[in-house]
Each structure stands twice: as structure tokens, then as C-alpha cells.
């Protein structure tokens, strides 16, 4: 499936994370928008309109899940997918992450496969043709 052109916002306090990510992702053709936090995210998230959304949970300010369902209560994000990040991968922080509405749950450190798979669950192949 190719990824040309599709639109994905990082959003990580960790600069390496971000860093590896948006390598992998522009070697496939992807355009990355990171942001550091949550609150840097909803800034920018209406100049750039993503078509997908890769989000750490633990997060300084405003964490991934309350970033996460910022973004879903908007009704022009709502059907955007979000991916949780975290190094963590308990039961309990997939239902709360399903509960604020992520889409699916990505636990770091991931690989290239991993990312990419991510990407290729949440975007529609029609669109990115």
C-alpha cells in the first residue's frame, strides 16, 4: 500500500521518539507534523488536518488521553484515528485508552514494521492510493 502524501501528526515529548518516527515515516512518503505536547497538537491540529494521529500518553500539561478525546469530542477530528503511544502495555491503560477513543494502542519502543502496520490499520487504502 503506498503512503505517499498521507498526513500524520506525532505528537511525543520524547524528541528521539519523534526523531525515529518521522524518519521511518518519510522514507514511506508520509508528511510529519510532531508536536512536543497535547496543548502544541490542538494548536496546530486545524492548519494541518492529519489523517492519522500518533499519541504518548505519558505527556507533561495535557497527557495522551485527555489529548485524544479533545481531539474526538471535535466533530471535525472525530473520525481522524488516534494511536496511543506508550511504554507501558497494561489492560488497564488499553480500556482507558478504547474509553477516551483511540483507535489502536502502539507500545514503544516499536519498529518500522510495527509503525508502518499502524498506519496501514487506520488509513483507508482508497484514500492514500
Not at 31 to 53: R, S
Not at 100 to 120: C, H
Request: aromatic residues 6%; charged residues 25%.
Amino acid at each position: 500500500m503506498n503512503l505517499n502524501g498521507v498526513k500524520i501528526m506525532l505528537i511525543d515529548d520524547s524528541r528521539t521518539i519523534r526523531r525515529s518516527a518521522e524518519t521511518m515515516l518519510n522514507r514511506e512518503g508520509c508528511e510529519v507534523i510532531t508536536a512536543n505536547d497535547g496543548f502544541e497538537a490542538l494548536a496546530m491540529i486545524h492548519k494541518h488536518e492529519p489523517d492519522l494521529i500518533f499519541v504518548d500518553i505519558m505527556m507533561p500539561r495535557l497527557d495522551g488521553y485527555q489529548t485524544c478525546a479533545i481531539i474526538k469530542n471535535n466533530a471535525r477530528f472525530r473520525n481522524v484515528p488516534v494511536v496511543m503511544l506508550t511504554s507501558k502495555d497494561g489492560l488497564f491503560d488499553k480500556a482507558r485508552g478504547r474509553i477516551v477513543g483511540s483507535d489502536q494502542y502502539l507500545t514503544k519502543p516499536f519498529t518500522r514494521d510495527e509503525l508502518l502496520a499502524a498506519v496501514r490499520d487506520q488509513i483507508n487504502p482508497a484514500e492514500s492510493a
